[in-house]
T-cell receptor
Framework: TQLLEQSPQFLSIQEGENLTVYCNSS?????LQWYRQEPGEGPVLLVT?????EVKKLKRLTFQFGDARKDSSLHITAAQTGDTGLYLC????????????FGAGTTVTVRA | EPEVTQTPSHQVTQMGQEVILRCVPI?????FYWYRQILGQKVEFLVS????????KSEIFDDQFSVERPDGSNFTLKIRSTKLEDSAMYFC???????????FGSGTQLSVL
């Protein structure tokens, strides 16, 4: 059973378009994170959200944590080819957990 | 910018052999982790390590696995008798405290033949 479900699995868009990827669960998380992973590299942390309803912006990226702390979304405005990559969400069920549970990821391809 | 370094980048071994994967976490970090990613699957937690002992481990981390911090800088993952299903990318990560902010290394691709 997947603790964190990410959708869509694959997303291909034209440069300049907007996109949203989703991370959903039936469990409540203490915190959720979004990572980006390039082929042959480790995940790189983009953002951590901890408060229900929280919205964080990182340049053209907007991250939202659901009010119930069960889901999150990543929105990219005016996508660029450099945004191409695997986007992973990961969560901690309890604040004193050491373990991060990862979703399977969304592979984003931005075409020139 | 400080980074987590892992060696080797690729390791090929025969089934039943022992392997040691090495990691140098970021120097002032206190929490250390191993994760793995089987090709085409999600990143999976293996173990966390703090204050020279395992703080949490997953069901994957059975008696064939062990971790060690042999000196002040290295953090190792040993697989005693490798199986075909141990083939995966193994990521080391560290964090400065118990916060969710993890820094991952580039991984060691382990292939068991």
């Amino acid at each position: 059973t997947q603790l964190l479900e990410q959708s869509p699995q694959f997303l291909s868009i034209q440069e300049g378009e907007n996109l949203t990827v989703y991370c959903n669960s039936s469990s409540v998380f203490s915190s959720l994170q979004w990572y980006r992973q390039e082929p042959g590299e480790g995940p790189v942390l983009l953002v951590t959200v901890v408060t229900g309803g929280e919205v964080k912006k990182l340049k053209r990226l907007t991250f939202q944590f659901g009010d119930a702390r069960k889901d999150s979304s990543l929105h990219i405005t005016a996508a660029q080819t450099g945004d191409t990559g695997l986007y992973l969400c990961a969560g901690r069920l309890r604040s004193n957990d050491y373990k991060l549970s990862f979703g399977a990821g969304t592979t984003v391809t931005v075409r020139a | 910018e400080p980074e987590v370094t892992q060696t080797p980048s690729h390791q090929v071994t025969q089934m039943g052999q022992e392997v040691i994967l090495r990691c140098v976490p970021i120097s002032n970090h206190l929490y250390f982790y191993w994760y793995r990613q089987i090709l085409g699957q999600k990143v999976e937690f293996l173990v966390s390590f703090y204050n020279n002992e395992i703080s949490e481990k997953s069901e994957i981390f059975d008696d064939q696995f062990s971790v060690e911090r042999p000196d002040g800088s290295n953090f190792t993952l040993k697989i005693r008798s490798t199986k075909l299903e141990d083939s995966a990318m193994y990521f080391c990560a560290s964090s400065p405290n118990g916060t969710p902010k993890l820094f991952f290394g580039s991984g060691t691709q382990l292939s068991v033949l």
